[in-house]
């Protein structure tokens, strides 16, 4: 079965240009989680989608970041202007229909902001 | 806020040495989870514990959860080159499925 799938797999932009990054869950997981991944701040949440709906969006940092999950099998997380200080690994995750919670990461983006 | 707590940040050891993580929860947590990422990787899920004082092992790995559910640790026992990544722990939230993670221990190993 293929896992979390997400592109692009590197992203070089110039300040100001809009960013979308995108996600494939894995089918049939109803949790869906973006992340964001930095030297300095680590792995942090930035919101999670539960049967496609969001649940929290309070790790969003500001409203230049803007989140969707249209249907079950798509999920984009949008950055509009990007700055420098957006260069980071993000990262979604999807987790079962289970109380586990166990999450299953996808490869991963790397932005990089110019 | 809920704070999920690891030490130390960094870990470097000769192969064949044991290594050992900690991971301190400022809550109760219902469970806790351990991810391991390679370098230039993604977090990949290892184990989650659930019982009060339970110990579960993977091989070298020996992971551990606290009598109160706010602590756990990760033992590895005779590293190996295989064994450099980060290695995080994470609890759930207050708010429901979404996971608080830790800054995780990055162990490096010389052979």
């Known amino acids: 079965d293929a896992g979390v799938i997400q592109s692009p797999r590197h992203e070089v932009t110039e300040m100001g240009q809009e960013v979308t990054l995108r996600c494939k869950p894995i089918?049939?997981?109803?949790?869906l989680f973006w992340y964001r991944q930095t030297m300095m701040r680590g792995l942090e949440l930035l919101i999670y989608?539960?049967?496609?709906?969001?649940?929290?969006d309070s790790g969003m940092p500001e409203d230049r970041f803007s989140a969707k999950m249209p249907n079950a099998s798509f999920s984009t997380l949008k950055i509009q202007p990007s700055e420098p200080r957006d260069s980071a690994v993000y990262f979604c995750a999807s987790s079962p229909r289970t109380t586990r919670n166990e999450q299953f990461f996808g490869p991963g983006t790397r932005l990089t902001v110019l | 806020g809920q704070q999920v707590m690891q030490i130390p940040q960094y870990q470097h050891v000769q192969e064949g040495e044991d290594f050992t993580t900690y991971c301190n929860s400022s809550t109760t947590l219902s469970n806790i989870q351990w991810y391991k990422q390679r370098p230039g990787g993604h977090p990949v899920f290892l184990i989650q514990l659930v019982k009060s004082g339970e110990v579960k092992k993977q091989k070298r790995l020996t992971f551990q959860f606290g009598e109160a559910k706010k602590n756990s640790s990760l033992h590895i026992t005779a590293t190996q080159t295989t064994d450099v990544g980060t290695y995080f722990c994470?609890?759930?939230?207050?708010?429901?499925?979404?996971?608080?993670f830790g800054k995780g221990t990055t162990l490096s190993v010389s052979s």
């Open positions: 089918s049939g997981h109803n949790s």
């Open positions: 989608f539960n049967n496609n709906v969001p649940i929290d």
């Open positions: 994470a609890g759930p939230g207050q708010a429901g499925t979404a996971l608080i």
